[in-house]
T-cell receptor, first 112, second 118 residues
């Protein structure tokens, strides 16, 4: 089974609204990353949060990490139509750094 | 240059064909990855090369054969594939400094090769 599970599976919002996506994982991690993927294309790294961090910001992105609940959230504020994409969380398995497991992903659709 | 390139962009092959996917990066990264991604699913790790040596093989069938000729190139040789192998194949690279440290690194992805096996 996957290390990361995300909800919601799909999210449709109006431009200007905020979008929140959640990720849960099962085993201990060193850090957690969020990636974005436009339809049928490669993934783009958004943000990395380490296991000893609780919150991180990058532009309109805010990521939180709760290691006690094994969960993370990605908040996109003031969404734009160009934010329409799939968003994946990715975790390691604390096994040497290279083994990355992606969550199921949230498909975000921002209506103009 | 922060780009990972992949060729070809699209590939259609029969089950008896032999083909190769190519990936290239010039960021000086020493870790390179192959992922398989089916529609509406997350990428699944197939192989990881670290310093040109195979580091991880996620029990991938032998009809997929990776090769890392040098630190900038990564190939995936395909032979006798099945229709269920049709997918988007993604290549990625990372610095490779986390080897043995347990620290996950940021990965830079190529645009992928969309493979259709008939």
């Amino acid at each position: 089974s996957q290390q990361g599970e995300e909800d919601p599976q799909a999210l449709s919002i109006q431009e200007g609204e905020n979008a929140t996506m959640n990720c849960s994982y099962k085993t201990s991690i060193n850090n957690l990353q969020w990636y974005r993927q436009n339809s049928g294309r490669g993934l783009v790294h958004l943000i990395l949060i380490r296991s000893n961090e609780r919150e991180k910001h990058s532009g309109r992105l805010r990521v939180t990490l709760d290691t006690s609940k094994k969960s993370s959230s990605l908040l996109i504020t003031a969404s734009r139509a160009a934010d329409t994409a799939s968003y994946f969380c990715a975790t390691d398995l604390n096994t040497g750094g290279f083994k990355t497991i992606f969550g199921a992903g949230t498909r975000l659709f921002v209506k103009a | 240059d922060t780009e990972v390139t992949q060729t070809p962009k699209h590939l259609v092959m029969g089950m008896t064909n032999k083909k190769s996917l190519k990936c290239e990066q010039h960021m000086g990264h020493r870790a390179m990855y192959w992922y398989k991604q089916k529609a509406k699913k997350p990428p699944e790790l197939m192989f990881v090369y670290s310093y040109e040596k195979l580091s991880i093989n996620e029990s991938v069938p032998s009809r997929f054969s990776p090769e890392c000729p040098n630190s900038s190139l990564l190939n995936l040789h395909l032979h006798a594939l099945q229709p269920e192998d049709s997918a988007l194949y993604l290549c990625a690279s990372s610095q490779g400094r986390a080897r043995g440290s347990g620290r996950q690194e940021t990965q830079y992805f190529g645009p992928g090769t969309r493979l259709l096996v008939l």
